[in-house]
Every structure is written in structure tokens, then in C-alpha cells.
């Protein structure tokens, strides 16, 4: 495997394999020793599987991580998350188990998250907040909605739109929602469909909402969050008064299917000035135009600050596009999404 993956690492110009290691104690070993300016890890390691090594060099010295999984069961995938929440900026499937003398099968993915791990930003320490906006606004005090909510069809929605980066942005911001929120979340994370719903496991762990993987034709109820599949757009329509949600096999848009652009235009079509768009950390540009239509119905837009972006394409180009309201860091978005969404309760 490690033969492998060298040829294949090093059959893009640019790249070059420094070292290589038969387990994460070792691996650590050659990271301090090395100081490479990416890392590959196996999440499956003997004497320190790729979990602990990660966390450790998450903590020790911080550097772009790709991970490659088994993937396949629900452990499997599920330990896939959550390296994705340690910090890893991608991962790579192999294709046929823990040995796959077959990984050159996945050679243009590996190269693509590779390509991704070298122009991503990992901070090096804690870095103070930074307000990008047009508006800076001191942070005030954060105070929950004053209404309970109540398990009935959604009268306003959260869209987000994530992708590189997303999983760790996501748990992020749902650990930090507010307890009631009166407003159902869909998201759009550009991900594999089989990997979705451990994701929806993971961020039902973190947050106090149901999070599930939307169906079509399910209606949208408030204080749920939905999850788009992993190959099918997802969009939100008005049926017989009850928003539901619709899924299809259309084209790729921006290069990614599903795509947040539908969503988030689909939605402001819904719910005018009712709907906040929120864009995290990503490659690309899905979620701008998107943002925009949100804008221009009345809704309320929220963006990922460069600082804590693992990738700031796609904040980069919703900011460009559509403005913001708020532009901060996924731990604040929930204070964001409340005020939001109280401006709009007390202006109706």
C-alpha cells in the first residue's frame, strides 16, 4: 500500500513522497523528523491507528491531513467523520478494503485531495476572531429565541452550504445553536451519499435537533435539520401550503451534485425574506448565486470568516456575489442565525 501510494503521489509533478511509515506511532516519528508539508494517514494503523495519530498531530504540529478509509461499514465511516472533525481536510476511499492492491483506481481522487491539501490553511495556533464585514458589529450578549418551537411545519429555514472542511465547520456550528430554533436547517455538504448518514449521526450527537437525511416528499418541519443526499440535488417547494422537500438527479451545478445554489434558490423562492443562507469553508463557488437570490428576496445571509476556513473559496466568492450580514467564524453562526431570525419575527 505504502509502494502504491507513492507512485501514485509522485506521478504528479510538484509532489514529492519524503517519507513513509507501517504505523501512527512511527508515522509521528517521521512528521517531527520530516516536517512534510502534507500527510497521508490510513485511518486502520497498527500500535496508534490514524485517529490518535491525527488528533496528535492536529495538536503538536498542524499540517494539511488526507485520510485514507476502508469505508464500507458504519465504523468505518463513522471513524471517517470524525477525522474529518479532528481537522483532516479530505479523505479517499480505497476501493476494495483495508489491503487494495487496486488504488490506482482511486488515483484521480487521491490527486484531487491532494491538490485540495496544498493550498488549504491550517492555523498553527488559536487566532482571534476577525469581522470581515461591511458592518463590524460587536458581539453582544447571546439570548435564545423568546418563543419555544414547536414541531410543525417550517415557516422560515437555515440553507448552508459546505464542502472541504464542512464536517468540522458543521459540528462546529450545531454544537453552538441555540436550544429552540424556530426554523428548520437544510445543508448541502459535498460528500459521498453512504458517508452522509454517519454525518447525520455524528451531528445528531453534538446538537439538540434531529438530524436525518432528507427524503423527497418529506415535509420540512421546524427544529429539524436535514442533510441533502449524497448524489441528488435538494430543493424546497410550497405543496397544498406545507414546505417539502424535493430531490432530483439534474445536472451537476458548479461542478457538484448535490449543489447548494438550488437549495438556497429554491428556498428564498419559498420562503422570501424568511430563509438565512449561510456558506462555510469550501472549494468552488456553489452557494453564491444561491446567496444571492437569497439576498434579493429579503433573506438574511451569514458567511465563514477567512480565519477559520480550512478553504475560502466558497465564502470568498458568496461574500463577492451576495454581501453578508454577518461574516464569522462556524461557532458564532448560531448567535448569527438567532438575531437573524428574531430582526425578522419582530419586524412581521
Do not use: W
Not at 504505523?23 to 490514524?50: C, E, F, N, S
Not at 415557516?155 to 430554533?181: C, I
Not at 423562492?269 to 444561491?290: C, P
Request: proline content about 7%.
Amino acid at each position: 500500500m505504502r509502494r502504491l501510494i507513492t507512485e501514485i503521489v509522485e506521478s504528479r509533478p510538484g509532489f514529492l513522497v519524503v517519507g513513509t511509515a507501517g504505523d501512527g506511532a512511527d508515522a509521528l516519528d517521521r512528521v517531527r523528523q520530516l516536517r512534510p508539508d502534507i500527510v497521508t494517514l490510513d485511518i486502520q494503523m497498527p500500535v496508534l491507528d490514524g485517529l490518535g495519530a491525527l488528533a496528535q498531530i492536529m495538536v503538536e504540529m498542524p499540517r494539511p491531513v488526507v485520510m485514507l478509509s476502508a469505508a464500507g461499514s458504519d465504523s468505518d465511516n463513522s471513524a471517517t467523520i470524525r477525522a474529518l472533525e479532528l481537522g483532516a481536510v479530505d479523505f479517499v476511499r480505497k476501493p476494495s478494503g483495508p489491503v487494495s492492491v487496486d488504488l490506482v483506481a482511486v488515483r484521480a481522487e487521491l490527486l484531487r485531495a491532494l491538490d485540495a491539501a496544498s493550498i488549504v490553511r491550517v492555523p498553527q495556533a488559536a487566532i482571534p476572531l476577525r469581522v470581515e464585514s461591511s458592518e463590524a458589529v460587536a458581539p453582544r450578549e447571546f439570548v435564545e429565541p423568546a418563543q419555544p418551537g414547536r414541531a410543525a411545519p417550517a415557516r422560515a429555514v437555515v440553507v448552508v452550504a459546505a464542502s472541504t472542511g464542512g464536517p468540522k465547520a458543521l459540528a462546529e456550528m450545531v454544537t453552538h445553536l441555540p436550544k429552540v430554533l424556530d426554523a428548520a436547517m437544510l445543508v448541502v455538504q459535498h460528500m459521498p451519499d453512504d458517508f452522509l448518514h454517519s454525518l447525520a449521526r455524528r451531528l445528531a450527537q453534538v446538537s439538540s435537533f434531529p438530524v436525518t437525511v432528507g427524503s423527497d416528499g418529506e415535509t420540512v418541519m421546524s427544529g429539524h435539520i436535514y442533510l441533502a443526499p449524497g448524489d441528488r440535488h435538494m430543493s424546497v417547494v410550497i405543496e397544498e401550503g406545507l414546505p417539502v422537500i424535493r430531490l432530483d438527479e439534474g445536472p451537476a451545478v458548479c461542478g457538484v451534485r448535490p449543489s447548494a445554489d438550488p437549495l438556497f434558490s429554491s428556498s428564498a423562492a419559498a420562503f422570501g425574506e424568511n430563509v438565512i443562507g449561510v456558506v462555510l469553508t469550501g472549494m468552488g463557488r456553489d452557494g453564491s448565486e444561491g446567496l444571492r437570490a437569497i439576498r434579493a428576496a429579503g433573506g438574511g445571509a451569514i458567511v465563514q470568516d477567512r480565519a477559520s476556513s480550512i478553504i475560502y473559496g466558497m465564502p470568498r466568492a458568496a461574500l463577492a456575489a451576495a454581501g453578508a450580514d454577518r461574516v464569522v467564524a462556524p461557532r458564532i453562526v448560531g448567535r448569527a442565525i438567532a438575531d437573524l431570525l428574531a430582526a425578522r419575527r419582530a419586524v412581521a
